[in-house]
């Protein structure tokens, strides 16, 4: 199994419906972060959680919550959904202070929204 | 405002070269600098991280340099395999800002 579960994998939806997407990891680790891939543009950091009483916004946080239920679980949801949230998702971990800062990626949610 | 920067966008080589992927970055104060790979469709897979007090860091056939004050990191690999076509991204950690800024990644393709 993954160390970094993300659901769905794939999600159509229509402009103005409520989407949740949802991460899950197994390797203990205290910082989780969502980011949107965009071709041309790389990865942007929408929102970041250290812990699970820290919840911080990233660069393009505008239309987009976050939920961060428990250690293992960080949860991103977009209220409305529009055209120009269509874009790869990805989940990722990694080690708070004292170890590597290397990040561990979840396999991605593709998100379409017509 | 940091902003990372990988040329070429797109690369090709013959099988068996050893060829080199660039990175660079516009503030120098750093944490640290991260290689990853990106197969179509899927997630990022870390190669190689460097420290911001290292100047190199090996992994296989896998070797990343950085120089920090000309604000730059390679990847070189080694006799490359069309294993190794993927996507290549940078990444660096900015002191005090405990977030990642991403290039846009350079496309390689090993022609076999």
């Known amino acids: 199994d993954a160390d970094v579960t993300q659901t769905p994998r794939n999600r159509i939806t229509k402009t103005g419906k409520r989407i949740m997407l949802e991460c899950s990891q197994t390797k203990g680790h205290d910082r989780m972060y969502w980011y949107r891939q965009d071709p041309g543009l790389g990865l942007r950091l929408i929102y970041y959680s250290f812990d699970v009483k820290d919840i911080n916004k990233g660069e393009i946080s505008d239309g987009y919550s976050v939920s961060r239920q428990a250690q293992a679980k960080f949860s991103l949801s977009l209220e409305s959904a529009i055209p120009n949230q269509t874009a790869l998702y990805f989940c990722?971990?990694?080690?708070?202070?004292?170890?590597?800062?290397?990040?561990?990626f979840g396999e991605g949610s593709r998100l379409t929204v017509l | 405002k940091q902003e990372v920067t990988q040329i070429p966008a797109a690369l090709s080589v013959p099988e068996g070269e050893n060829l080199v992927l660039n990175c660079s970055f516009t503030?120098?104060?750093?944490?640290?600098l991260q290689w990853f790979r990106q197969d179509p469709g899927k997630g990022l897979t870390s190669l190689l991280l460097i420290q911001s007090s290292q100047r190199e860091q090996t992994s296989g056939r896998l070797n990343a340099s950085l120089d920090k004050s000309s604000g730059r990191s390679t990847l070189y690999i080694a006799a490359s395999q069309p294993g190794d076509s993927a996507t290549y991204l940078c990444?660096?950690?900015?002191?005090?800002?405990?977030?990642?800024?991403f290039g846009t990644g350079t496309r390689l393709t090993i022609i076999p």
């Open positions: 990444a660096v950690e900015r002191r005090g800002n405990e977030k990642l800024t």
């Open positions: 503030d120098s104060a750093i944490y640290n």
């Open positions: 990722a971990t990694s080690v708070i202070s004292g170890g590597s800062g290397e990040l561990f």
